[in-house]
């Protein structure tokens, strides 16, 4: 088993920054690819970005890509999402995702998932 707990969420204004941070604890962190994912108020969740094991490969949506950045630090146990030009579309629950394959973890068939964040994005 592996436990996700998310922080760093809360309102901010357009334009603005936040970064979330995802505590794993259990098994090998450096085991899983690590994800973000977000759903918006009576959307469907979507993928936002995920990182390899190593750290080396990262992979973003079409629609944070050049805005949001995933990092992890292995020797942490903790993956990032550092969000920035935030825009009021990005409100949503942020939610980290632990997985075994890289592709399966990007279209949401993660092992584990944490509670989520709430992201505010004011205009």
């Known amino acids: 088993q592996v436990q996700l707990v998310e922080s760093g969420g809360g309102l901010v204004q357009a334009g603005g920054s936040l970064r979330l941070s995802c505590a794993a604890s259990?098994?090998?962190?450096?085991?899983?690819?690590m994800g973000w994912f977000r759903r918006a108020p009576g959307k469907e969740r979507e993928f936002v970005a995920a990182i390899s094991r190593s750290g080396e490969n990262t992979y973003y949506a079409d629609s944070v890509n050049s805005r949001f950045t995933i990092s992890r630090d292995n020797g942490k146990n903790t993956v990032y999402l550092q969000m920035s030009s935030l825009k009021p579309e990005d409100t949503a629950v942020y939610y980290c995702?632990?997985?075994?394959?890289?592709?399966?973890?990007?279209?949401?068939?993660?092992?584990?998932w944490g509670q989520g964040t709430q992201v505010t994005v004011s205009s």
């Open positions: 995702a632990a997985g075994g394959n890289r592709w399966a973890t990007m279209r949401g068939e993660a092992n584990y």
């Open positions: 259990g098994r090998t962190f450096s085991d899983y690819v």
